[in-house]
């Protein structure tokens, strides 16, 4: 879509919290007419890194804030990224205003998280 612009998060170190908000959309307000919509990130590709001398996992879900419900699990469940190494996904995943992407790591800030894709107004 020509009107979205190339959008990246992170890096953010993961902790060993699985409810925590990695990604989220940013909302709009305010403006002429009284508000505007809401904006949208697409996730392209994720990179997961491990700095550490050991294998650590991750586990990412898609839902509300600070959520990990069975059956929103996306990217990785107990996904294990190998010692000084990474792991990519690439993909297209949506996120409207009101989707967390929601995770964590087995070890806290052995890992970290770096997004890219496009963000548009919804």
């Known amino acids: 879509m ?16 699985t409810t925590t908000n990695v990604c989220n959309p940013p909302t709009a307000t305010g403006g002429v007419n009284a508000g505007s919509s809401a904006n949208y990130i697409v996730l392209r590709h994720i990179r997961i890194v491990n700095k550490t001398a050991g294998a650590v996992t991750c586990s990412f879900w898609l839902g509300a804030t600070g959520a990990n419900a069975a059956g929103t699990e996306v990217i990785g469940q107990g996904l294990s990224v190998p010692a000084n190494s990474f792991i990519d996904w690439y993909g297209q995943l949506r ?21 890219e894709g496009e963000i ?3």
């Not at 020509?2 to 919290?17: D, E, Q, W």
């Not at 996120?95 to 997004?115: C, E, I, K, Q």
């Open 95 to 115: 996120l409207d205003a009101a989707d967390f992407l929601v995770g964590g790591a087995s070890a806290a800030t052995s890992l970290s998280f770096t997004g």
């Open 2 to 17: 020509a009107s979205n612009k190339i959008f990246r998060t992170g890096p953010v170190a993961l902790s060993n919290v």
């Open 120 to 122: 548009g107004v919804a």
